[in-house]
């Protein structure tokens, strides 16, 4: 007989009024292969692993049979409801249980409408652009089916090498934690259960950006404090916003791969935390504990991820291969079996999967979202950060210069980024549409490509120097292409390549004046004619209205607002670079740069050639020292800092005043300086605006000797600056009490 989900769901509704359904009978009725099935999540046969390495897989009869049986609680990354309407009919109709599939995918940064990497839009440095983005994304992919998203990924990076970095929010804690919570609220919307909203998760919990040598996979070893100070405030931010999905990383931290660590999984996450979601394995990362060595064979593999507390194996099938004799040799008690199970029950119950299972499969494929164009632009536009603009080169006007638009990303491809699994139905906008549909007379554009992402042009050079010589201001479009960053896509240097630094050089060797474009996926250590260019800006992968985007900001029809979510070292070597680093016992003095036996290289100056916030607009923002409301900020009391900017320049513009601290002397090294807020002004010109922010104890805490948050007074640096690198501190005492929980020293 089938389960009668509506007729049990509203029972135990009625006894139990706020109270989640317990899954008591249902459970009590399925068999341990049952259960084993809703912990077990595949990418459909007929859709195959794209996005993923291969795996052995079924044939579609038999998956066709395990939907039948039971054994397979959803499907990721499939393309197209057709599939996902057979699968879940299946599953309704013809298991013994009818409990509905739930399908999940990758959604990163839009589905059919691309939006800027999460990189990029971190850029924006506005966590409500985020959310608006992830509600549009959520609304594209469950109208195609998906009720799960594989997002946000939260993972600080602070290694340009790694990859990955483009999937994140950058080096900041502060500024991630915003970005994880915003993402999370726009997935998720206000109610799971409405048709439109997806399940978020935080991924990769935990510390998967510490990869060493930014090799992506690599081992981590970290104190605990810098996990719990760097790494872990982001999914804490996440899950506080109510992301009820966690995926483990693939990662080791201190020689504990995170499938295989309890402590991470349910000591910290469900017991400290609180966490009542799910936990799902990444891609086959139970199966990997045999290669990280803590595991001797897939039986064992099965037994420490399931006992560390991953509810959900994703494609190895190893949960159904060996959970069910692991119970029955009493290795997995059934009740943790049970566990999971209802874990799993809950969220497919909150999504209102039992109530209303072909929501959104019966209808037709959407490829197109027209309404979404709008925000993809203004998105993109948000997340372009002008580098430099020497000499007010920008913005360019739209009539009169002869433009050459030079580089390997002037055209079609590498516009979308990574993570771009489920195209639209109309390719995104190339720089070379986007600048011609902004120009007077498009015919004043030349369009040479000049060079291959990595391998020179035959010709290229000459053609791309013929172009800058007959034009009055060069574009040049230059930087990684979209296989360079994301999953497995590590650099060991995060140069340009060779190919595109010559064609920049001769294009700079012409004299003409060059605005550079980067496209990038990362922090990126910039050379020569690049880095010398009068004007750069940062365009990262906008997605599907780049084109468009560029050219509003080309042409100032918006001035550039973006700020550096990482920061830019000046050589590659440098990495791992982020601002808010330790002191060491040897700085180097301001007054003394080249002073021996101190921290520092011999052959490059310690501080980034752009850091971290660093990003300019088309006014001319002058700051005002911070202003504090007192000296002294009372253990209980609040403190007031006030930034007065002004825009002395002739355009609209929009600063971002951000709020740094520094714990002067503390038990512990602390950073040296430490986002604490920033606030967005838009300053029409000769305005101006007082920004306060507010302090409390709260802001000023970090993890003690003994591992617990702790707050000391004492004496801190504030700065209300325009990046990690510039402005003058103001100082203040927190002062002591004794009633509260100090630290040791
Ligand atoms: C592996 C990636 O690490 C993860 O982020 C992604 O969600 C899964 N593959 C599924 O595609």
């Keep these: 007989m089938r389960f009668k989900?509506?007729?049990?769901?509203?029972?135990?509704?009625?006894?139990?009024?706020?109270?989640?359904?317990?899954?008591?009978?249902?459970?009590?009725?399925?068999?341990?292969?049952?259960?084993?099935?809703?912990?077990?999540?595949?990418?459909?046969?007929?859709?195959?692993?794209?996005?993923?390495?291969?795996?052995r897989q079924p044939s579609a009869a038999e998956q066709r049979d395990d939907l039948r049986a039971g054994r397979i609680t959803g499907f990721f990354n499939g393309q197209g409801l057709a599939i996902k309407r057979e699968a879940q009919r299946i599953a309704v109709n013809e298991s013994r249980l009818g409990i509905p599939l739930l399908f999940a995918a990758d959604v990163i940064h839009g589905f059919r409408t691309v939006f800027p990497v999460p990189l990029a839009e971190a850029a924006s440095w506005d966590p409500a652009l985020a959310e608006r983005t992830a509600r549009a994304a959520a609304v594209e992919a469950t109208a195609d089916g998906f009720r799960w998203t594989f997002a946000p990924m939260v993972d600080i990076a602070r290694d340009a090498r790694w990859g990955r970095s483009v999937e994140g929010s950058g080096e900041d804690v502060f500024l991630g934690r915003q970005f994880a919570a915003a993402r999370v609220r726009g997935f998720q919307g206000t109610d799971l259960a409405h048709a439109d909203t997806m399940l978020a998760t935080a991924k990769h919990f935990a510390a998967y950006g510490a990869a060493e040598g930014g090799l992506d996979y690599n081992t981590v070893d970290l104190s605990e404090r810098q996990l719990r100070e760097v790494y872990l405030p982001p999914f804490q931010a996440a899950l506080g916003a109510g992301g009820a999905a966690v995926m483990t990383s693939f990662n080791d931290i201190a020689g504990v791969p995170s499938n295989a660590n309890p402590w991470l999984l349910d000591t910290v996450l469900r017991g400290e935390w609180g966490f009542d979601g799910v936990v799902v394995s990444d891609y086959t990362a139970d199966e990997e504990l045999i290669a990280h060595g803590v595991a001797a064979d897939a039986r064992d593999a099965t037994r420490l991820s399931f006992l560390a507390g991953t509810d959900i194996s994703m494609q190895s099938g190893l949960y159904r291969d060996h959970l069910p004799a692991l119970v029955a040799s009493g290795e997995v008690p059934m009740v943790r079996l049970d566990d999971a199970v209802r874990r799993v029950l809950r969220i497919k119950q909150r999504l209102g999967l039992f109530d209303a299972p072909m929501r959104g499969l019966d209808g037709a494929d959407r490829t197109d979202w027209p309404e979404h164009r709008a925000l993809a632009r203004e998105a993109a536009q948000r997340s372009i950060v002008m580098l430099k603009n020497d000499g007010a080169l920008l913005p360019l006007p739209k009539a009169g210069q002869r433009i050459a638009l030079i580089g390997p990303f002037a055209g079609a491809g590498d516009l979308l980024g990574p993570w771009t699994l489920f195209p639209g139905a109309r390719p995104p906008v190339t720089l070379e549409d986007g600048v011609?549909?902004?120009?007077?007379?498009?015919?004043?554009?030349?369009?040479?490509?000049?060079?291959?992402?990595?391998?020179?042009?035959?010709?290229?050079?000459?053609?791309?120097?013929?172009?800058?010589?007959?034009?009055?201001?060069?574009?040049?479009?230059?930087?990684?292409?979209?296989?360079?960053?994301?999953?497995?896509?590590?650099?060991?240097?995060?140069?340009?390549?060779?190919?595109?630094?010559?064609?920049?050089?001769?294009?700079?060797?012409?004299?003409?004046?060059?605005?550079?474009?980067?496209?990038?996926?990362?922090?990126?250590?910039?050379?020569?004619?690049?880095?010398?260019?009068?004007?750069?800006?940062?365009?990262?992968?906008?997605?599907?209205?780049?084109?468009h985007a560029v050219a509003d900001v080309l042409f100032g029809d918006t001035s550039p607002s973006g700020r550096l979510p990482v920061s830019f070292p000046r050589e590659p070597g440098q990495v791992p670079y982020y601002y808010a680093h330790p002191p060491t016992g040897r700085p180097v003095p301001a007054s003394q740069p080249d002073s021996f036996y101190k921290a520092r290289y011999l052959d490059s100056p310690n501080e980034a050639l752009?850091?971290?916030?660093?990003?300019?607009?088309?006014?001319?923002?002058?700051?005002?020292?911070?202003?504090?409301?007192?000296?002294?900020?009372?253990?209980?009391?609040?403190?007031?800092?006030?930034?007065?900017?002004?825009?002395?320049?002739?355009?609209?513009?929009?600063?971002?005043?951000?709020?740094?601290?520094?714990?002067?002397?503390?038990?512990?090294?602390?950073?040296?300086?430490?986002?604490?807020?920033?606030?967005?002004?838009?300053?029409?010109p000769g305005a101006s605006e007082s920004v306060t922010f507010t302090l409390t104890r709260h802001d000023l805490g970090f993890v003690g000797r003994d591992g617990r948050p702790t707050v000391e007074p004492g004496d801190f640096d504030v700065w209300t600056a325009p990046s990690a690198g510039e402005g003058a501190p103001a100082s203040f005492l927190l002062e002591l009490s004794t009633q509260h929980h100090v630290g040791q020293r």
Excluded: C
Aim: aromatic share 4%; proline share 7%; no cysteine.
């Design 610 to 684: 752009y850091p971290f916030g660093h990003g300019l607009g088309y006014g001319d923002v002058h700051y005002g020292p911070p202003v504090l409301s007192h000296t002294r900020l009372p253990w209980n009391g609040t403190l007031r800092v006030t930034a007065r900017v002004t825009n002395r320049g002739t355009r609209d513009t929009t600063e971002v005043v951000q709020l740094y601290v520094r714990d002067r002397v503390a038990s512990v090294t602390r950073p040296v300086r430490e986002l604490k807020g920033f606030r967005q002004v838009h300053l029409p």
């Design 436 to 547: 011609r549909a902004a120009l007077t007379d498009p015919s004043r554009l030349t369009v040479v490509r000049g060079s291959g992402i990595d391998t020179p042009l035959r010709g290229g050079l000459s053609a791309a120097v013929a172009a800058a010589r007959a034009a009055d201001v060069v574009l040049l479009a230059v930087g990684e292409g979209e296989a360079m960053s994301g999953e497995a896509r590590s650099r060991t240097d995060i140069s340009l390549p060779a190919a595109q630094q010559a064609l920049a050089e001769a294009v700079a060797a012409t004299g003409k004046p060059v605005v550079v474009l980067l496209r990038n996926g990362r922090a990126l250590a910039l050379k020569g004619a690049v880095r010398d260019a009068p004007a750069l800006l940062v365009t990262w992968f906008l997605g599907s209205e780049t084109g």
């Design 5 to 55: 989900p509506l007729a049990t769901l509203a029972l135990v509704a009625a006894s139990a009024a706020a109270a989640p359904p317990s899954f008591d009978t249902l459970i009590a009725r399925m068999t341990v292969e049952e259960k084993v099935g809703q912990l077990s999540l595949f990418a459909p046969v007929s859709a195959g692993t794209v996005g993923n390495p291969a795996t």
